[in-house]
């Protein structure tokens, strides 16, 4: 079976770039990084894309806000056809400042906040799927996903998280411990039709169990990786 072609789109300041094609090529995928304002001046890879990353990290140092420059760099330059992509079911990922800029760009419901103890967070968590999610990335994760944050505006707010849920756009939650406040625990929500998944945890830093800071058998192997979400995400891709 072909690889399907993937896109890392980074930005000045993020930091995740590589860690998130490592887990989309271990995943299955050809990933190919390529910063925003060069996939603006030519979207036609975007057009060719399978499945699309934005990276982590601190885009334009968070300046006016996180995540804001990063999404005005995209959907001015190229909401267009960003929004075709996303119309077409092809799988679509933002994690951390990528969240903060799909929640922005309006490709997801809600929006980010500081922190409620109002520092920023570091450490390992645990995350739940959601069963009833339509969440593409999340089908079929009965086992919690083990990995770390490491932000200052993760806060997840949304006016009527009740009806988010009935829609099936709740995917993830914190289960160890709420870092940060967010409404009803939510650590990932995903777009009406389930192909867009944004998420404050990196689970592209735990997609080899090594990597993990209580290594197999205390922290349960494969069972744990975040591995699993890209493997959704990328068998999605192939079989369209």
């Known amino acids: 079976m072909t690889a399907p ?16 094609a490592l887990a989309l090529r271990l995943a299955g995928a050809d990933p ?3 910063l925003a304002h060069e ?11 399978r499945i699309v990353g934005i990276a982590g990290g601190f885009s334009y140092g968070d300046a006016l806000g996180a995540g804001r420059m990063l999404a005005l760099d995209l959907m001015v330059g190229l909401g267009e056809a960003l929004r075709e992509y996303v119309a077409t079911g092809r799988p679509l990922i933002g ?8 929640t922005r760009a309006g490709l997801l419901p809600g929006a980010l906040g500081h922190n409620a103890h109002g520092r920023f967070e570091c450490r390992w968590i645990q995350l739940d799927a959601v069963p009833e999610s339509v969440c593409i990335w999340t089908q079929g994760i009965e086992d919690s996903i083990h990995c770390p944050i490491a932000h200052g505006e993760g806060r997840y707010v949304h006016a009527d998280p009740s009806q988010l ?32 998944l944004g998420l404050m945890p990196h689970p592209e830093n735990h997609v080899i169990a ?8 205390r922290a ?4 744990h990786l975040g591995l699993r979400l890209f493997h959704n995400g990328v068998a999605a891709a192939s079989a369209m």
Do not use: W
């Open 5 to 20: 072609p993937a896109l890392v789109v980074a930005g000045p300041g993020t930091n995740r770039d590589r860690d998130l």
């Open 32 to 34: 190919t990084i390529v």
């Open 39 to 49: 996939l603006a001046a030519d979207p036609k890879p975007l057009a060719e894309a």
């Open 95 to 102: 994690i951390c400042n990528g969240f903060q800029v799909l």
């Open 165 to 196: 849920e009935a829609a099936g756009q709740v995917a993830l939650r914190y289960r160890s411990v709420n870092p940060n406040g967010s409404v009803d625990a939510i650590a990932g929500v995903c777009n009406a039709e389930g192909n867009v």
């Open 210 to 217: 090594r990597q993990h800071p209580h290594p197999h058998p």
């Open 220 to 223: 349960g192997g494969d069972r």
